[in-house]
């Protein structure tokens, strides 16, 4: 099925450690998205990519980095892993030549931090 | 700056009652505004979104929301609740950026 595809669904780290979370879209979607979701605050943007070769900073990028490595996959890095990174990340593309259209979002990677 | 405010982070009604959740945008300019529905442990997916092609838009599942502009509203309803409609449903706007901003959800809860 078409969509967007998020690795891994689950990770446990340790404060201080590293991680990369993978997302690769098929839809050929020009932009995409890297969300945290928190208990009571809805979903608040890390970083985006307008397109390819393009990233630029959201509401909330301390402590991350990302890379778009192609026009279908964008990740997400945690340098040193802290408690406070512990949330739901999701991925999410759009396609918007008008701004009317929606996101695909993937299934999100729940990350523990302990 | 666009945002949305949705109203009520929990609302509970009964099977087969009207299902009305409240969402109130700030937007300069003519926003696009979207409903985003979570199922538990999934991701979101579009319910409906508004782009000024008309005020009242029809989503999926018997959802509809009317765009509202002299109260700045964007409320969703479903006139007859399912216990299938339990479930998280975020407001959001879409920026000048092309990003989307979202409210904080309001969980529908259904009884039987």
């Known amino acids: 099925n078409a969509g967007v595809t998020q690795t891994p669904k689950f990770q446990v780290l340790k404060t201080g450690q590293s991680m990369t979370l993978q997302c690769a879209q098929d839809?050929?979607?020009?932009?995409m998205y890297w969300y945290r979701q928190d208990p009571g605050m809805g979903l608040r943007l890390i970083y985006y990519?307008?397109?390819?070769?393009?990233?630029d900073k959201g509401e909330v990028p301390n402590g991350y980095n990302v890379s778009r490595l192609n026009k279908r996959e964008f990740s997400l890095r945690l340098e040193s892993a802290a408690p406070s990174q512990t949330s739901v990340y999701f991925c999410a593309s759009s396609e918007p030549p008008r701004g009317d259209y929606g996101y695909t979002f993937g299934s999100g990677t729940r990350l523990t931090v302990v | 700056a666009q945002s949305v405010t949705q109203l009520g982070s929990h609302v509970s009604v009964s099977e087969g009652a009207l299902v009305l959740l409240r969402c109130n945008y700030s937007s300069s300019v003519p926003p696009y505004l979207f409903w985003y529905v979570q199922y538990p442990n999934q991701g979101l997916q579009l319910l409906l979104k508004?782009?000024?092609?008309?005020?009242l838009v029809k989503g999926i599942n018997g959802f509809e929301a009317e765009f509202k502009k002299s109260e700045t509203s964007f409320h969703l309803t479903k006139p007859s609740a399912h216990m299938s409609d339990a479930a998280e449903y975020f407001c959001a706007v879409r920026t000048n950026n092309n990003d989307m901003r979202f409210g904080a959800g309001t969980r529908l809860t259904v009884k039987p």
């Open positions: 839809m050929n979607h020009n932009s």
């Open positions: 990519s307008a397109s390819e070769g393009t990233t």
């Open positions: 508004y782009t000024s092609a008309a005020t």
